[in-house]
């Protein structure tokens, strides 16, 4: 997101992070005994519009990731909080400067609450390729199968064949909650996607060792999508970054729209045991402003997201602008899929001064596959694309782009 340009001092120490609960299912299965293969807690459940049969359980994820420590103790309560975001994106802010500091190994054991979809008509997943969703700020990976089929991404994606596999990142849903200001970060996420798709290639997950995996994301999940063709880039057969351009302007409004605040004093019925650290968005208005554009979307299903609001911590605000960068390894084509209204990246209109999903690939993806990669703007959708009227528009594009690559 936005660059912040500061060089880490060199240094290291050691910090180990135990995970933070399991959550309880309420639901048990004994069928697809193999399927469950990976998972804790594994239950069998339909996606919201039952075309696809999802294993959801929790993967106990070991890694490793170069983290910064971070100058920063609080906040304190909900004034330091708001404070905090307001010095961050200050003009000639200097509070990176004062609070980055050197990098340092962070590493354990989290348990990350994950679920494997496949065609019900199907009856198991098909090796041949999974589909790795990763979700962005505000959700957890619910966003990517919403309220009923005519926004599911999963169900969409079963009706055209494909298996998919979507997690709550660490921090988020019903994965560990660890500490938000040092440990949950964005060199960690980027190494606990990593060990996921590892996994799957591996056939740990669900006992299928799937042959191809591209990358799909939104938002942060799109930064993190790239920070992994970059990191890793062999792990994704392609990558569509939905959400997301390097036209960073509107940032500052997203950020300021969220009006972010303690997560335990917001909706302590769900986060009362989480630290100050943890942040929420504040009103459904902030939610609308963010992620919506009127009149193309339903209110309920506003009304919907605003009540699975979902959390971001100080470690990541600090430490979000290191996930996105050039990935001159990545070889396979890329998909840049964004709403035409979308807010933080494109500051409420992506055709002006021209198409902004098209500057990603030369700005990022020097040696990606120029014949395969494609762009696609979602007209009058705002920057959460998979929540507005036509979003199976932009579904059966990105679907339309696998099978132009033979996935």
Known sequence: MQSLLVAAVAGSSIITANAFSIPTYHQRDNSHGDLKS????AIILPSVGGHATCIQGLIPITASAQNYHLNYQGPANQTVATETVVEFLQVNTTLPLQVIGARTTVSGTWNIN??????????????????????????????????SADYSYVDNAALNGYTTFSYDRLGTGSSSHPDPIQVVQSPLQVAIAHELITKLRSGAIGSTTFSHVVGVGHSLGSELTNAITAQYPKDLDAAVLTGFSVETTGISSFFSSLDLVPANTKTPSRFSTLPNGYLITNSLAGNQFAFFRFPDFCPDVLSAANTASQTFTIGELFTNSFFVSPAPLFTG??????GENDLPFCQSNCLVPGNQAEVVRGALYPNANVAGSQVFVLEGAGHGLNLHYNAKEAYEHVFGFLRGNGF
């Open 38 to 41: 990976g998972f804790n807690n």
């Open 333 to 338: 084509p890329i998909d840049v899929v964004i």
């Open 114 to 147: 994950s679920k494997l979809c496949f065609p019900t008509s199907s009856g198991a997943p098909n090796a041949s390729l999974v589909q790795f969703l990763t979700h962005g700020v505000g959700f957890d990976g619910s966003y990517w199968d919403f309220y």
